[in-house]
């Protein structure tokens, strides 16, 4: 081979290694981009992942409306809501309007238009829904998530939860103070923030049970907790007159198996390493029920509901 040869080839594998050191670069420069399109893809399904644990923990049926084409997806949550589905969860707007209570169609068809038209924020309403059970009580609350260039609407996304125990619970409010005028209505914190604001007083069952206690006159008690404590209350004060809200919208029948004797139990499994009957649930459950069992435990009876305002002088 001739120096000229040897040159041209030397050139020719110079080039060629040049062009493959490109093409390593860019395949690295490529190999980066799909690892950040991963990881992001990865931190996508996990933020989703949460946002559907805490969607399931909330018991409330997400839902999205597709304007243009009047559909509307509900998640499986509707569906053991109001004991019926749909094929790919995919709902015909003009349905589910048939399901509306006709005394709260014009409420949620204005709520529809302010939301559309912009002259509310989101969408709103409390109206009935047509159930396989009968009518239930649901809260709808969404937003406008996509519109097009023109900046007309494309995607409301939404929640619906049912709400029927506590439109039932301040009825019930409601009917007790028109049957027993001065009635005095005590419930438990676990309540609805509805139903506590609609009470006389909202405490512990130690506060209930304290505050019927103290009261020196014959006084009428509608109580809204355990339906076994307000029986036991009813029976060792017999001199009042003391009734459950509903027997059956706050039973919590199964309270009285919260027994000294089983508390003893897991305690002193607990004292020798023994953890019996653990629950578990995922952190984002755990995390904000564990808020909210310690606001409870350090609640105090403010001025509303200290005991000298429940039972009068």
Known sequence: MTNAEHHNALQDALARIAQLSEERGALAALTLRQAEEIEAAHKTLVSARRHMLVTDAARVAQWEWDVPSGRIFLSTRWDEMIGDAAPDSLWDLR?????VHPEDVQAVRAAFEAALSGSNDRYAVEHRVAAAAGWIWIESIGMITERDAAGDPLKLTGYNRDITARREMLAEIDKARAEFPGVTVLVHPECSMEVVDAADAAGSTDFIGTAIAAASKVTTFAIGTEINMVNRLAA???QHTIFSLDPVLCPCSTMYRIHP????????ALVHGEVLNQIRVPELVAAP???ALERMLAAQPGARTALADVIGD
């Open 95 to 99: 349905e589910l309007l048939s399901r």
């Open 236 to 238: 060792q004060y017999p």
């Open 261 to 268: 004797g089983y508390l003893a139990w897991v305690l002193e």
């Open 289 to 291: 029920a564990r808020i």
